[in-house]
């Protein structure tokens, strides 16, 4: 019954959770989760101790340990899955749409409060960080959410108000260390009404702020040891910031979709237009209930540029550290910024005409400019590690420079194979010290590690192995290294007697590249069984000649080949690459045939090309 009376007076609140959860959830686990959701996924395990997951924290990420003691037990509820973990990411979304909703409401009205919520329902960064195994979206929460206690505190100081502005201020830095940022700014806000309280006396609201201070640092005394293992970094992987950070920053909230960043600045221009207008009260004081507008200025404004200039300082000063997703924090006070100066359009047609033409334009850049739920953006790290499962039935070694990682795919409860942790070229070295360790072996790698080994590792891998199978996928590959002496395969063809250019199903074609070398016939192209979905089909080259024989081959993504068919089906599997060298082969003449096996579908076809060499 609650429900339903909520229901029937926040009607369009609900609305926007709707559409909100629609947005995060669609889709959610089209992408693999990438590198920093496997650290996620690694560090939150739940057959760990909260003991456990803080001392690994302080080996290979310092974060503050609240998101990841919260994922850990929403694991041990709902399982040690990579779609568990976003589920969390959008429950914990939604709640941030709801939480600047309040926030908007307190600091300004309730129109502002809806404002905001509409603008982050259909936001581009918000949507992202919604649907990612991170603490992004926590941050964003955690913030608006101490900073709606703080606007209470403001306006009603008290021990109640108090011990809950600290309680959510400790979750706010609890989250990310990007926080403290945030926080510093809040004490600024908190200064000013030291000297202008409103509704108590200037003792009593320092009192009142010292208690909530104090509980906030002694709360904080547990993470000190992550902290201090952060700010004795002395190098990361961030660069040096440029001369237009910020301006990429703003532009990536808003997903640099021009025409939402059109309406949004001449929103955040129309706030302080009507900011101008306000006349200076005596002393300085701001009455929070009265004036709105210069008491959200304040607040709001403090808030994002403190946020933005201590960073600043410290990149330049000692170690780079500006990120955009780390800015999520002060998203909320630039959409409350926004949604105040929506609430100041006086005229309803051109209040709801810009309103909904912000969503429109957001919501198209989201589907159908950035392709958002069908393009896949982030390393394929499930995916090459499926093929590999799929493929590696003789449990060979699996070796990567991100063997750590892989981890999770390769050797868990399920699947149990032998992963080495190594470049390629310190495990190709290893077997050159030592040839007795020269064995067959897959190789895989991603998170803009490309295939690109030094003259001296590709010469010993041409000269000792051929690569039998592999794919490379978007920001991942893995490569087959079979030994010589295995390389060779002869394969019974009699089912297609009489052999003809086309056997069993249609087969559709175009190799792109012969080339007949002196050591080795290099061909490639791409290839799938009409009308059918190439994803689970197994394509191998065959050679016809004296004996017959089936040449492993290099599966390549071929998006491309699905576009320019206009194809209904996937054919992104289509493409394949491979390099046979000739002094294996027996002497005579061959034709490259090309064949095509799908054991879900079971449809299977082998075509022959006109391409023809003789060694």
């Known amino acids: 019954m609650k429900i339903l009376i909520w229901l029937k007076q926040n009607y369009f609140l609900a609305i926007i959770l709707l559409v909100s959860a629609i947005l995060r959830f669609y889709h959610l686990d089209f992408q693999s989760v990438w590198l920093d959701e496997i650290h996620t996924l690694n560090e939150a395990n739940p057959t760990f101790s909260l003991t456990q997951i803080y001392n690994g924290l302080l080996i290979s990420e310092p974060h503050p340990p609240l998101y990841f003691f919260l994922v850990h037990y929403f694991f041990i509820l709902f399982g040690y899955t990579s779609v568990v973990l976003r589920v969390f990411s959008v429950i914990v979304g939604l709640l941030g ?51 709606y206690f703080l606007v209470k505190f403001i306006k009603e100081a008290n021990i109640k108000s108090a011990l809950l502005y600290g309680l959510f201020s400790t979750l706010m830095i609890y989250c990310h260390f990007f926080a403290l940022f945030a926080f ?70 808003f997903g640099q979709s021009e025409i ?120 394929q790290f499930r995916e090459v590690s499926q093929y590999i499962i799929d493929k590696n039935k003789n449990n060979e070694p699996v070796v990567s420079s991100l063997g750590w990682y892989f981890q999770y795919f390769l050797n868990n409860d399920k699947i149990k194979m032998t992963i080495v942790n190594e470049s390629l070229a310190d495990h190709v070295n290893m077997m050159i010290q030592d040839p007795s360790k020269r064995k067959q072996f ?56 009489p052999l003809q250019d086309e056997n069993g199903d249609n087969i559709k074609y175009n190799i792109e590249n012969f080339e007949v070398g002196s050591n080795a016939v290099t061909a490639s192209g791409w290839a799938y069984i009409s009308d059918e979905d190439s994803q689970g089909a197994e394509l191998s080259l065959v050679l016809i000649g004296p004996k017959n024989i089936k040449v492993f081959c290099q599966s390549v993504k071929r998006d491309d080949v699905t576009t320019y068919f206009k194809s209904p089906v996937d054919l992104s599997n289509s493409g394949f690459s491979s390099r046979i060298l000739l002094d294996k082969l027996p002497q005579g003449k061959y034709q490259l045939g090309i064949q095509i096996k799908n054991s879900t579908t079971h449809k299977e076809g082998l075509v022959l090309s006109d391409k023809f060499f003789t060694k």
């Open 97 to 147: 749409i709801y939480s600047i909703y309040i926030l908007g409401r307190e600091i300004f009205n309730k129109k502002a409060g809806l404002y905001a919520a509409v603008l982050l329902s259909v936001n581009y960064f918000h949507i992202y960080y919604s649907q990612e195994g991170r603490m992004y979206a926590l941050l964003f929460l955690t913030t608006t959410l101490s900073f």
């Open 184 to 253: 510093v700014s809040q004490y600024v806000i908190l200064l000013y009404f030291v000297f202008k309280p409103y509704q108590s006396t200037r003792i009593q609201f320092f009192k009142y702020t010292a208690i909530s201070g104090f509980m906030t640092l002694l709360l904080y005394i547990p993470t000190y040891s992550l902290f201090k293992r952060t700010s004795e970094m002395t190098s990361m992987w961030i660069p040096k910031p440029t001369l237009d950070v910020y301006t990429v920053v703003f532009k990536d909230f």
């Open 260 to 379: 939402v960043l059109f309406f949004v600045t001449l929103l955040i221009l129309l706030f302080f237009i009507q900011l101008f207008k306000v006349t200076e009260k005596q002393d300085f004081k701001t009455d929070p209930k009265e004036d709105q507008l210069v008491f959200s200025f304040l607040v709001l404004i403090i808030w994002i540029s403190v946020t933005l200039i201590l960073p600043l300082i410290r990149s330049y000063m000692s170690l780079p550290m500006l990120i955009n997703r780390y800015f999520i924090n002060i998203l909320p006070a630039i959409l409350i910024l926004i949604a105040i100066g929506l609430s100041y359009i006086r005229s309803k047609l051109v209040l709801y005409s810009v309103l909904a033409s912000i969503v429109i334009f957001s919501i198209t850049d989201v589907v159908i400019v950035k392709h958002y739920y069908t393009l896949r953006t982030k390393s």
């Open 442 to 497: 897959w190789y895989v790698d991603a998170h803009s590690r490309p295939y690109d080994p030094e003259p001296p590792i590709q010469k010993y891998l041409d000269e000792n192995f051929v690569v039998q199978d592999g794919t490379d996928l978007n920001d991942a590959w893995t490569k087959h290294y079979v030994t010589i002496e295995n390389a060779i395969t002869y394969i019974d063809l009699s089912k297609y007697n």
